[in-house]
């Protein structure tokens, strides 16, 4: 789907008043209907990284082909952008227009779809992230995490093959990051889309298939999400923050209680203890 060959990426630094390379000598390819995690310090790359899928950065040296469409390719620009769509950190920031219908309609008028189809296409979309009951409103009175979905709605009426989400959860309340999370989710099981998502959110990578570590520019490895978790010098290093949960597994079996598997979700967490106290009870 996303193909990066030997990509790097120079910048100029006004501090050290020179161009310095933000990304180094990138291979990586994202596949069909595949949900990858990127994660890293900050400033380790990762935006950067991810402004190549679509063309909004275009590598000094190496090549991106998105669905067989070089980056470089002036003339595709709309079509690479239809593609991938891109869902970032600030709710407010996405937001284009005082009318809910409108703002998920307007990247669609922008590629002069005709009025009937538009209106299936972004009433699908807002169904799709639940907030259809929303159409009329002023995106201004929304909260957080359904601004976020209605700038979801806006990619996904698109028709994208690929929706790449940069910290789409760091500025929301525990609320309206569930809402958010939940709606990614419910994009992997549903219709296919190939997912990027990056995130410093630990509850947040349980979904990936894969997840990519990046450092100073660089993919420096590649796991599984359980892997991460089985490591805690690990987590520490990437800034991630365990779960009550994540402590509380590595507690008991530091008491020798080793519950059946590790997870950042507290009622599943709960049931496995409630599990294991009844076997104690029994025996
Ligand atoms: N346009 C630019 N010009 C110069 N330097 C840049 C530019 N964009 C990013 N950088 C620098 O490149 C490095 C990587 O930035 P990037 O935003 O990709 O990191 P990140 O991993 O997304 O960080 P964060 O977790 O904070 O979002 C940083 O040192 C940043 O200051
Ligand atoms: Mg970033």
Redesign the pocket.
């Known amino acids: 789907m996303i193909e990066l060959r030997n990509v790097s990426f120079s910048a100029y630094d006004e501090e050290t008043s020179q161009n310095n390379y933000i990304l180094k000598e990138i291979n990586l390819n994202i596949y069909k209907r595949e949900f990858v995690v990127i994660l890293g310090k900050n400033g380790s790359g990762?935006?950067t990284l991810v402004k190549h899928f679509n063309g909004v950065l275009i590598p000094t040296s190496g090549d991106v082909v998105a669905d067989g469409i070089n980056t470089k390719d002036e003339d595709k620009f709309c079509e690479i952008r239809q593609k991938i769509g891109m869902v970032f950190q600030n709710p407010d920031n996405q937001i284009v227009s005082s009318v809910v219908e409108e703002d998920v309609a307007f990247g669609l008028e922008n590629l002069g779809i005709p009025r009937r189809e538009m209106v299936s296409l972004v009433d699908n979309a807002l169904k799709c992230v639940g907030m259809y009951d929303f159409k009329k409103s002023s995106p201004n009175m929304l909260s957080g995490g359904q601004k976020q979905r209605i700038a979801i709605a806006g990619v996904l009426a698109m028709n994208p093959e690929c929706i790449v989400f940069?910290?789409p959860t760091s500025m929301l309340d525990p609320e309206g990051r569930k809402e958010v999370v939940d709606t990614i989710q419910n994009l992997k099981k549903g219709n296919g889309t190939t997912i990027v998502l990056?995130t410093h959110n630990i509850e947040e990578i349980f979904c990936a298939d894969r997840v990519i570590i990046m450092d100073s520019g660089r993919i420096v490895s590649e796991v599984t999400p359980y892997e991460i978790l089985l490591d805690k010098n690990y987590m520490r290093m990437l800034g991630l923050k365990a779960t009550q949960s994540i402590d509380l597994f590595y507690k008991l079996a530091g008491r020798g209680i080793n519950l059946p598997f590790l997870t950042a979700d507290e009622d599943k967490c709960a049931d496995m203890i409630v599990e294991f106290l009844e076997e104690k009870k029994c025996r």
């Open positions: 990762k935006s940069d910290e990056i």
